[in-house]
Every structure is written in structure tokens, then in C-alpha cells.
């Protein structure tokens, strides 16, 4: 019994994972549907004052296995909006200017259900 | 672990739960770290898409070979680590793909393990460093080898359960290769939300192994869909008119071949509301006066140019395939043949050009074994190419057309896909607004689908121009050459279409894009034909001899041309289904040029399997 209450604590908290230092960054919505095009616009808000005491952050973006683009420059926290450009599994990073990885976030589809006639 | 000989029947109980917990918490263990692998395979979070479909399927082959290696080495913690090694040395491969091709592990890297030598693992180990790899190596032979030796056996001496894994482990394994009918309905396209258009984005989606194994699956399927033998039998014993002679464009010298597959091209002058087009596309109407052509009919409307491009290249009708939505990943083997492949055997070189990137709708894989030798697309453009629109400029696609050539040595086929008029075509950033304002609408058009055509309209006759500018420039350069232009598919201009009909009261996938021939010696001709045959007439223009498949494409025009009636139509076009199911099987050309060398009049075509 015991290895099944352990089974039972640690798939939640793997499930977690997802949140794992990722709370410094957020984007909204963070998922979307494809009956929304391939495009939407996407708000990004990071505080990282917890760990970036000074200077500031560079914020990346990219499409699934490509080179991460610099999108911004910012200070530690704030907020801003994407282009009528973020799409299915963009991924946003945010970088202390030491250039070390900070948080990821991807953009999440969910699929246009088809409806008759 | 403990010997549980010497255990009570209650601790033997708790001993066994025990085991059993332990691989069920390893199991759960490879599920997540794969799919943790997979995500940085991409750079993607951790934890993206988790919970879907795709994220419970993806590692199910992963813990098949945990339990295939826990049966063979009766270790769990050695059968663990050898496992997520496999599946890191998986996702490591995925990730220098990526990083140096762009494109992700497919299934048809199986045919470069088929062909592997020194000078193939030369060149990979290039892209690793190797005394990295080395240390990894010997870092897992050395825990392996410990571990060997701490663990107990996980499985008792002769163990059933033992047997009875690894049967099951392996018999799971050899069926997911052998890509048999469970594959297909796990690892089917819906449920995993393929992206045909962006592997990666499937990957993201599904998994790489997912995809991987469900584009095994489907070009499984699509190898062995059965053939209907007695349709193509009845057609080659169709007694059908003499196919029609068109005259060889430059005798003994080979001509250049442009091939220009235009985005959305079609006539907006079929619309209902429109007289012609003669003032706003002045070349199409020219070339239509001057060369061979007419109307065309696409396997598609408003979208999928890759259904269309594939007949043409090929000469296979999508009809042979119900199955099959996208060719190119579903119809995936070494050799594709098709004019292409007989053009190159004829002394061409081959070149397609598309200002798009060059895995979209898997053409890098396609184009290679479709006999492209090679693929220039948007990464090669300029850095300052010119957009128009959304997208890469037709300008800019004819200066690459242009440029190569001018470099060209031997006879050349250029196969150039446009991509500026693509939509959507509501807000759509033009070069030059004032232009788009100033054309003209067909009566009633208002709103949102003014809008639509106004868009639409300034990149086709961007289009128009540019395909006016090649042939300029073909006919001042002094060599023979064939220019042939046709449009992909209708466009999905949903408003237009909502607003005003077309002129025969049908509904746009009923309707046809333009096509034709110009260059030297082409005699003026209108025609009608299907995309698939297209090949045929291309050849037959460069006075290239026509492979025994492309003999029958030509018969099937010159008998569809003729108007039969409907349940004649349907034998032959059920004919050429099952005949180019061969030709992709490479069977169809020996069989009737066989018969044809024994004198029959009518060639038979022998069982398939």
C-alpha cells in the first residue's frame, strides 16, 4: 500500500512540473482554440524580482524547434502583448541578463471540433 | 532485492506488491521523463500538451522495451536505466536533426540506417563531440555492469510471468515495426491532431513517436491498399481513340521546362458577376490564345496545393488513394516515379523552387524521392527577397527562376510553387494599397467579400505579370523551352462565393483552374484535362519517349476526350486508378510494356498481390 499512496503523491506533483519555476512567467490565454484561426494575440506578464535583484530580463519567442528570436528587453517584471502573430506551440522564455533560463511558456491549441452542415 | 523463497506466505504477498509496485512507479517514470524528452527535443515547456492523447500514447512502445529488457535481463533498475538511454540517444538524434536539417526523426530515416557505412557514421559523429559520447558510453556500460551485479533477479529461476512479458513486450514491438492494424487505429491522425503542413508541430502535438508511428502506420496502408486488377485489365483492352499527336517542341535539342504551380491561380471571370478577365490577366489570355490549354481539374478546392501537386509530378490520381489526404506524408518511399524521374533518365536537371519553408507539407522528403536533385526554397532566398503580402513575392520567385537558369549547363526542368496568393485574404498587408483600391469589382460585391477579392485579385494579377516576365525572358534567351503555368486549386474566397455564383450555376469544387503550354513549336490547342495527366502532356511536348505508365495517362486523356459516357468514364477512370497503383509500386511499366512487346494489342496486367 504503500507504493500505491506514493504513486498517488507523486503524479499530482509531477503534474506540477508544469508550474516548476514557471510561475514568473504567464501568458493568456495560455491555450486556444483552432476554431480561432492560426493566429490569435497572446498577453505576457513575468515577474522575476525574486531571483533578478538587478538589471533585467530578455523575454525569447519561437515556433517548435526553431532558434528562439529576442522579442524583449524589459525590466525584471512586466507585462505586454504579442502581435496578431502567436500561433500553436509558440514558446516564450524568460532569461535573467546572464543569459540563464528563468521560465518557459508554450502556447497550447485545442483542436476545432467539426460540426455538419 | 530479496530471495523470496525464504519469505512467509503474508511478507511473500507484501514482497510481490511490492515488485509489482516498483515497475508500475518505473513505468510511470519512462512515461513522463519520455515525454519531458520529447518536449526538449523541440525547446517546448516541460510539461506542453501533457494530459492529451498524444502524451499517453507516445511512450507506450518506451515501456514495452523496459519490459522486453526487464524480461532479458532480469534487472528493473538496469532494465530502467538502459531504456531512458535508448529513448535520451532518441531525442538527442531528434535534437541535432533539428538543429542542423530542420527537420525531426521520420520513419524514412530507417532508410538511412539501411545504408549505413563508415563514411554515413563519419559524417554523423561530425555533429557530436565524440570523447562526449565515449564517456557516455562508458559511464552506462560501467553503472550497467554494477548494477548487473548488485540487483537480484527481478523473476524467480523459470519463471512463466518472466516468459509471458517478454513474449508480450516483443510481440508488441515487432507489430508496432511491422506497422499492423493496431498501430493505425492508436496512432491514428484525429486523435493525435497531426499536422500534416509542420511535422514539428505534430511532434508537439503527438509526440515523436507518436508520429513516427502513425505516419508508418498510414504509408503501410497506403503500400498495400489493394489493387483492382480487373479494372485495369478491362482498360487496357478498351479499344480507345489514337492519342493525339503533339508535335515535338525543338526536334533533336531538349527544351527547357518551367513549370509554374500558382497559388490559388483560377479565372475570376467564371464568377457570375464578372464579363472577363482579358483586361486584368492579359498574359493568361495570351498564353491560352497562343499554346496548348484550357481548364484543368484540381483534386481540391480552397486549400491542400500538395493533392494537386502531386498528380502532376506523378501522374497518380488522388482518386487511386481515397484514403489518402496528403500524399507526401502518406505515399513515402525511397523512389517516387514520375516525369521527373524520365525527364532526369533523359539528361535533365532537375530543380524545384518554392519561397516557403522546405519542410511544409514534408517536400524536402517528397522532392527527393520524387527525383528533385535540388529543392531551393525560402532559407535560400535573398534576405532582402521582396514580400508581397503575407508572404514571398512572386517577383521573387521568378528572379530565383531566372537565376537558375542562367547557371543552368544541361537541359533544365524548373518546378517553381508560388506561394503570394495565398490567404487569408480579409487583411492581407499589399505592397501597394492604392493599386488594390483602384480594381474594379464585379457587380454586388460589398463588404467582406469585396474585400476578399480585392485581395485576391491584385496577387493573381502579381501573378499574371510575373508569369508574363518569364516567358519574356524564355523567349529572348534563345533556347527552346517549354513554359507550362497552371493554378493549384480555387481559393477559398468564401464571401465572394457566398455573394455571387459562377457562370454554370455550380459550386466552386466543381469548378477548374487554367492551364497551359507555351514555347517552341507549340501549335495553339485548347484542351480540357485532369492534374494527373498533365505529366504526359509535358513529355509528350518535349518529345521526351513516354514510360509504358504515361503511354496509358495519354490513352486515358485521348479516351476521356472523346466524351463517353458515364459508366465509360468510370472504367477507365477505375483503369488508370489500378494501374497507377502499380506505377507506384513499380510493377505497371514491365507488365504492359511486356505485353506490348509480345504484340497484343491490349496489355494484360498479371495478379497483384
Same mark, same amino acid.
Given at each position: 500500500?504503500?507504493?500505491?499512496?506514493?504513486?498517488?503523491?507523486?503524479?499530482?506533483?509531477?503534474?506540477?512540473?508544469?508550474?516548476?519555476?514557471?510561475?514568473?512567467?504567464?501568458?493568456?490565454?495560455?491555450?486556444?482554440?483552432?476554431?480561432?484561426?492560426?493566429?490569435?494575440?497572446?498577453?505576457?506578464?513575468?515577474?522575476?524580482?525574486?531571483?533578478?535583484?538587478?538589471?533585467?530580463?530578455?523575454?525569447?519567442?519561437?515556433?517548435?524547434?526553431?532558434?528562439?528570436?529576442?522579442?524583449?528587453?524589459?525590466?525584471?517584471?512586466?507585462?505586454?502583448?504579442?502581435?496578431?502573430?502567436?500561433?500553436?506551440?509558440?514558446?516564450?522564455?524568460?532569461?535573467?541578463?546572464?543569459?540563464?533560463?528563468?521560465?518557459?511558456?508554450?502556447?497550447?491549441?485545442?483542436?476545432?471540433?467539426?460540426?455538419?452542415? | 532485492?530479496?530471495?523470496?523463497?525464504?519469505?512467509?506466505?503474508?511478507?511473500?504477498?507484501?514482497?510481490?506488491?511490492?515488485?509489482?509496485?516498483?515497475?508500475?512507479?518505473?513505468?510511470?517514470?519512462?512515461?513522463?521523463?519520455?515525454?519531458?524528452?520529447?518536449?526538449?527535443?523541440?525547446?517546448?515547456?516541460?510539461?506542453?500538451?501533457?494530459?492529451?492523447?498524444?502524451?499517453?500514447?507516445?511512450?507506450?512502445?518506451?515501456?514495452?522495451?523496459?519490459?522486453?529488457?526487464?524480461?532479458?535481463?532480469? @534487472?528493473?533498475?538496469?532494465?530502467?536505466?538502459?531504456?531512458?538511454?535508448?529513448?535520451?540517444?532518441?531525442?538527442?538524434?531528434?535534437?541535432?536533426?533539428?538543429?542542423?536539417?530542420?527537420?525531426?526523426?521520420?520513419?524514412?530515416?530507417?532508410?538511412?540506417?539501411?545504408?549505413?557505412?563508415?563514411?554515413?557514421?563519419?559524417?554523423?559523429?561530425?555533429?557530436?563531440?565524440?570523447?562526449?559520447?565515449?564517456?557516455?558510453?562508458?559511464?552506462?556500460?560501467?553503472?550497467?555492469?554494477?548494477?548487473?551485479?548488485?540487483?537480484?533477479?527481478?523473476?524467480?529461476?523459470?519463471?512463466?510471468?518472466?516468459?509471458?512479458?517478454?513474449?508480450?513486450?516483443?510481440?508488441?514491438?515487432?507489430?508496432?515495426?511491422?506497422?499492423?492494424?493496431?498501430?493505425?487505429?492508436?496512432?491514428?491522425?484525429?486523435?493525435?491532431?497531426?499536422?500534416?503542413?509542420?511535422?514539428?508541430?505534430?511532434?508537439?502535438?503527438?509526440?515523436?513517436?507518436?508520429?513516427?508511428?502513425?505516419?508508418?502506420?498510414?504509408?503501410?496502408?497506403?503500400?498495400?491498399?489493394?489493387?483492382?486488377?480487373?479494372?485495369?485489365?478491362?482498360?487496357?483492352?478498351?479499344?480507345?481513340?489514337?492519342?493525339?499527336?503533339?508535335?515535338?517542341? !525543338?526536334?533533336?535539342?531538349?527544351?527547357?521546362?518551367?513549370?509554374?504551380?500558382?497559388?490559388?491561380?483560377?479565372?475570376?471571370?467564371?464568377?457570375?458577376?464578372?464579363?472577363?478577365?482579358?483586361?486584368?490577366?492579359?498574359?493568361?489570355? @495570351?498564353?491560352?490564345?497562343?499554346?496548348?490549354?484550357?481548364?484543368?481539374?484540381?483534386?481540391?478546392?480552397?486549400?491542400?496545393?500538395?493533392?494537386?501537386?502531386?498528380?502532376?509530378?506523378?501522374?497518380?490520381?488522388?482518386?487511386?488513394?481515397?484514403?489518402?489526404?496528403?500524399?507526401?506524408?502518406?505515399?513515402?518511399?525511397?523512389?517516387?516515379?514520375?516525369?521527373? @524521374?524520365?525527364?532526369?533518365?533523359?539528361?535533365?536537371?532537375?530543380?524545384?523552387?518554392?519561397?516557403?519553408?522546405?519542410?511544409?507539407?514534408?517536400?524536402?522528403?517528397?522532392?527527393?524521392?520524387?527525383?528533385?536533385?535540388?529543392?531551393?526554397?525560402?532559407?535560400?532566398?535573398?534576405?532582402?527577397?521582396?514580400?508581397?503580402?503575407?508572404?514571398?513575392?512572386?517577383?521573387?520567385?521568378?528572379?530565383?527562376?531566372?537565376?537558375?537558369?542562367?547557371?543552368?549547363?544541361?537541359?533544365?526542368?524548373?518546378?517553381?510553387?508560388?506561394?503570394?496568393?495565398?490567404?487569408?485574404?480579409?487583411?492581407?498587408?499589399?505592397?501597394?494599397?492604392?493599386?488594390?483600391?483602384?480594381?474594379?469589382?464585379?457587380?454586388?460585391?460589398?463588404?467582406?467579400?469585396?474585400?476578399?477579392?480585392?485581395?485576391?485579385?491584385?496577387?493573381?494579377?502579381?501573378?499574371?505579370?510575373?508569369?508574363?516576365?518569364?516567358?519574356?525572358?524564355?523567349?529572348?534567351?534563345?533556347?527552346?523551352?517549354?513554359?507550362?503555368?497552371?493554378?493549384?486549386?480555387?481559393?477559398?474566397?468564401?464571401?465572394?462565393?457566398?455573394?455571387?455564383?459562377?457562370?454554370?450555376?455550380?459550386?466552386?469544387?466543381?469548378?477548374?483552374?487554367?492551364?497551359?503550354?507555351?514555347?517552341?513549336?507549340?501549335?495553339?490547342?485548347?484542351?480540357?484535362?485532369?492534374?494527373?495527366?498533365?505529366?504526359?502532356?509535358?513529355?509528350?511536348?518535349?518529345?521526351?519517349?513516354?514510360?509504358?505508365?504515361?503511354?496509358?495517362?495519354?490513352?486515358?486523356?485521348?479516351?476521356? !476526350?472523346?466524351?463517353?459516357?458515364?459508366?465509360?468514364?468510370?472504367?477507365?477512370?477505375?483503369?488508370?486508378?489500378?494501374?497507377?497503383?502499380?506505377?507506384?509500386?513499380?510493377?505497371?511499366?514491365?507488365?504492359?510494356?511486356?505485353?506490348?512487346?509480345?504484340?497484343?494489342?491490349?496489355?494484360?496486367?498479371?495478379?497483384? @498481390?
Amino acid at each position: 500500500m504503500r507504493w500505491v499512496r506514493l504513486v498517488l503523491v507523486c503524479l499530482p506533483a509531477l503534474g506540477g512540473c508544469s508550474h516548476f519555476g514557471n510561475d514568473m512567467l504567464q501568458i493568456t490565454p495560455a491555450t486556444f482554440s483552432d476554431c480561432q484561426g492560426a493566429n490569435i494575440v497572446v498577453h505576457v506578464k513575468w515577474d522575476a524580482t525574486s531571483v533578478v535583484k538587478s538589471g533585467g530580463v530578455q523575454l525569447f519567442v519561437y515556433k517548435p524547434g526553431r532558434q528562439p528570436e529576442l522579442w524583449a528587453q524589459a525590466p525584471a517584471k512586466g507585462e505586454a502583448d504579442t502581435g496578431q502573430w502567436a500561433a500553436d506551440g509558440m514558446t516564450v522564455t524568460l532569461v535573467d541578463d546572464r543569459g540563464k533560463l528563468l521560465a518557459t511558456r508554450t502556447l497550447q491549441s485545442t483542436a476545432c471540433p467539426v460540426t455538419s452542415g | 532485492m530479496k530471495d523470496s523463497r525464504s519469505l512467509s506466505a503474508d511478507k511473500q504477498v507484501s514482497w510481490l506488491l511490492f515488485r509489482i509496485g516498483a515497475v508500475v512507479a518505473l513505468c510511470v517514470a519512462l512515461w513522463f521523463a519520455t515525454w519531458v524528452m520529447d518536449r526538449a527535443s523541440i525547446k517546448l515547456a516541460w510539461f506542453a500538451y501533457a494530459w492529451t492523447y498524444g502524451f499517453f500514447v507516445n511512450a507506450i512502445p518506451v515501456v514495452m522495451v523496459f519490459l522486453l529488457l526487464l524480461a532479458l535481463f532480469n @534487472r528493473a533498475l538496469l532494465a530502467f536505466i538502459v531504456t531512458l538511454l535508448l529513448t535520451l540517444a532518441l531525442y538527442a538524434i531528434n535534437f541535432l536533426k533539428l538543429k542542423y536539417l530542420r527537420i525531426p526523426v521520420t520513419f524514412s530515416d530507417v532508410y538511412v540506417l539501411g545504408n549505413l557505412h563508415v563514411a554515413t557514421l563519419k559524417l554523423l559523429l561530425d555533429y557530436v563531440k565524440a570523447w562526449q559520447l565515449a564517456a557516455v558510453l562508458l559511464a552506462a556500460a560501467g553503472i550497467g555492469a554494477v548494477l548487473a551485479w548488485l540487483e537480484h533477479g527481478f523473476f524467480r529461476r523459470r519463471s512463466v510471468t518472466r516468459a509471458a512479458v517478454a513474449l508480450v513486450a516483443a510481440g508488441g514491438l515487432v507489430s508496432a515495426g511491422a506497422g499492423v492494424g493496431w498501430v493505425g487505429r492508436i496512432y491514428a491522425y484525429d486523435p493525435l491532431r497531426v499536422a500534416p503542413y509542420a511535422p514539428v508541430l505534430t511532434q508537439a502535438h503527438a509526440g515523436l513517436i507518436s508520429s513516427i508511428l502513425s505516419a508508418d502506420a498510414m504509408r503501410r496502408y497506403t503500400a498495400n491498399a489493394p489493387v483492382d486488377v480487373a479494372a485495369a485489365n478491362a482498360f487496357l483492352a478498351m479499344a480507345t481513340p489514337p492519342v493525339a499527336s503533339l508535335a515535338p517542341a !525543338a526536334g533533336v535539342v531538349r527544351p527547357d521546362i518551367v513549370v509554374i504551380q500558382s497559388e490559388s491561380f483560377f479565372d475570376p471571370g467564371i464568377l457570375k458577376d464578372l464579363a472577363n478577365t482579358d483586361a486584368t490577366l492579359p498574359n493568361l489570355h @495570351r498564353a491560352l490564345a497562343a499554346g496548348v490549354g484550357g481548364t484543368m481539374d484540381p483534386p481540391t478546392f480552397g486549400g491542400s496545393t500538395l493533392r494537386t501537386e502531386f498528380e502532376v509530378l506523378t501522374g497518380v490520381p488522388m482518386a487511386a488513394y481515397p484514403q489518402v489526404e496528403f500524399p507526401y506524408l502518406q505515399i513515402v518511399q525511397p523512389v517516387i516515379p514520375g516525369f521527373v @524521374r524520365i525527364l532526369r533518365g533523359d539528361g535533365y536537371d532537375a530543380v524545384a523552387i518554392h519561397p516557403n519553408h522546405r519542410t511544409f507539407w514534408n517536400r524536402d522528403v517528397a522532392f527527393k524521392e520524387i527525383g528533385f536533385q535540388r529543392f531551393i526554397s525560402k532559407s535560400d532566398f535573398p534576405a532582402d527577397a521582396r514580400r508581397d503580402g503575407w508572404y514571398l513575392s512572386d517577383e521573387a520567385l521568378t528572379d530565383q527562376v531566372i537565376a537558375t537558369l542562367d547557371k543552368a549547363s544541361a537541359p533544365t526542368l524548373v518546378f517553381a510553387i508560388s506561394i503570394e496568393a495565398h490567404g487569408p485574404y480579409l487583411d492581407d498587408p499589399v505592397d501597394d494599397p492604392a493599386r488594390r483600391a483602384a480594381i474594379p469589382l464585379p457587380d454586388g460585391l460589398h463588404g467582406n467579400a469585396a474585400l476578399e477579392y480585392r485581395n485576391y485579385m491584385y496577387h493573381i494579377q502579381n501573378a499574371d505579370r510575373q508569369m508574363g516576365r518569364l516567358w519574356q525572358f524564355l523567349v529572348k534567351r534563345g533556347r527552346p523551352f517549354l513554359l507550362v503555368f497552371y493554378g493549384d486549386h480555387l481559393p477559398a474566397l468564401t464571401h465572394v462565393y457566398a455573394q455571387t455564383g459562377f457562370d454554370d450555376g455550380q459550386p466552386g469544387p466543381d469548378q477548374f483552374v487554367p492551364w497551359f503550354i507555351v514555347g517552341t513549336g507549340v501549335e495553339p490547342r485548347t484542351l480540357h484535362i485532369e492534374s494527373w495527366m498533365l505529366g504526359s502532356d509535358i513529355l509528350r511536348m518535349a518529345g521526351v519517349p513516354l514510360s509504358p505508365y504515361y503511354q496509358q495517362v495519354a490513352r486515358a486523356q485521348s479516351a476521356l !476526350a472523346a466524351k463517353p459516357d458515364a459508366q465509360q468514364q468510370d472504367a477507365i477512370q477505375q483503369g488508370v486508378n489500378a494501374l497507377a497503383q502499380m506505377h507506384l509500386r513499380g510493377t505497371v511499366d514491365a507488365l504492359v510494356a511486356r505485353d506490348d512487346a509480345a504484340g497484343r494489342n491490349n496489355a494484360h496486367v498479371a495478379a497483384e @498481390r
